[in-house]
């Protein structure tokens, strides 16, 4: 054993004289190597078959490590088992005849230039000269695209000042019979969070301008004048793109003037600019449809109204813990 010990010393001595860069250095010191370092150690100091026992690894675990070892903790880090070569990479030849054919027609296209290179012998596939391509650093950087800075939220000051409105598709798997369908027009107001919802069978522009009515004489009974309204673009609201005129009109948007609100939509395919409804609608999926289902439209008008109750009466915590309606009786 003693034998054992003084070998292993004297291996361990001839490493020091490696050169530099055969080792792979590590800017951070793992777990595992720091495992292995106190394996190493008690190897050395009491032989590998005790070592073996001990931490229940194999001989020829701890010799890997060993002929590794050099007394320094980043030897003991896994290296790449990547190849350094290929038998079927790209000899010295065809590398420069792709590099004098790409520096000649800088502006050729990869799959032009693959063709004029097969008619001077290259034989490759096009993916492959696109990897080395690639690789050679042949194509031009991607263009930086310009950071998206999102305009600081306009804060409401009272309540009825803006009101989002949206539409929620009722899950199927809520409604009874098979060939229903169910729709949720939710009117959340931005200052209060006071929430006004309608159950339709139709989602169009029709059923929105109906919807758009009861919310101002729900707000108007609490004393709330809307001011400002805020949808997605969506065809029961505007088709603003969807028809070139736009003197083009829906109903939605001519029940908005004839009210006196103004209109406001957000940027298409940006539901985040409507958030507070969108969030909304996540509670309700939450809180409401996961347990309710629904036999008719009169049924779920009906739990509809009894939910409408519950969430004007539930703490928020952008209200400070208080309520919509208590939020208002402030």
């Keep these: 054993m003693q034998?054992?010990?003084?070998?292993?010393?004297i291996e361990l001595q001839t490493k020091f004289d490696r050169k530099e860069g055969a080792l792979l250095r590590m800017n951070s010191i793992t777990q595992?190597?720091?495992y292995r370092q106190s394996l190493i150690k008690f190897a050395i100091d009491h032989g590998v078959s005790r070592a073996s026992r001990k931490y229940n690894k194999s001989r020829s675990y701890i010799y890997f490590w060993l002929k590794r070892y050099d007394e320094t903790i980043e030897s003991l880090a896994c290296r790449s088992r990547r190849p350094h070569s290929h038998p079927k990479q790209h000899a010295e030849e065809e590398l420069k005849l792709i590099r004098d054919m790409r520096r000649r027609n800088p502006e050729l296209g990869m799959v032009e230039l693959w063709h004029r290179l097969k008619k001077r012998g290259y034989t490759r596939r096009p993916e492959s000269l696109f990897r080395v391509m690639r690789r050679l650093g042949m194509f031009p950087p991607a263009e930086k695209k310009k950071k998206y800075v999102p305009k600081p939220y306009e804060s409401m000051d009272h309540a009825g000042q803006r009101v989002q409105i949206d539409v929620k598709v009722v899950p199927k798997n809520c409604i009874a019979d098979p060939e229903l369908k169910l729709y949720q027009f939710t009117a959340i107001d931005e200052y209060s969070r006071l929430r006004y919802l309608a159950a339709y069978e139709e989602h169009s522009s029709y059923s929105s301008a109906d919807f758009l009515r009861k919310v101002v004489a729900f707000y108007k009974r609490r004393g709330i004048s809307v001011e400002c309204v805020q949808t997605d673009n969506g065809s029961e609201f505007t088709t603003r793109l969807l028809?070139?005129?736009?003197r083009k009109q829906t109903l939605f948007e001519k029940t908005a003037a004839e009210l006196g609100i103004q209109?406001?939509?957000?940027?298409?395919?940006?539901p985040r600019h409507n958030?507070?409804?969108e969030?909304?609608?996540r509670e309700d999926q939450r809180r409401f449809y996961s347990f309710h289902s629904f036999y008719s439209l009169n049924d779920f008008r009906v739990q509809l109204a009894e939910?409408?109750?519950?969430?004007?009466?539930?703490?928020?915590?952008?209200?400070?813990w208080l309520s919509p309606i208590e939020f208002l009786a402030l």
Excluded: A, C, F, Q
């Design 3 to 9: 034998r054992r010990n003084t070998s292993v010393r």
């Design 32 to 34: 595992d190597m720091r």
């Design 243 to 246: 028809s070139k005129d736009e």
């Design 263 to 270: 209109l406001k939509h957000i940027k298409p395919y940006t």
């Design 275 to 277: 958030g507070k409804v």
């Design 279 to 281: 969030r909304s609608h």
């Design 307 to 320: 939910h409408l109750r519950r969430s004007n009466h539930h703490p928020m915590r952008p209200l400070h």
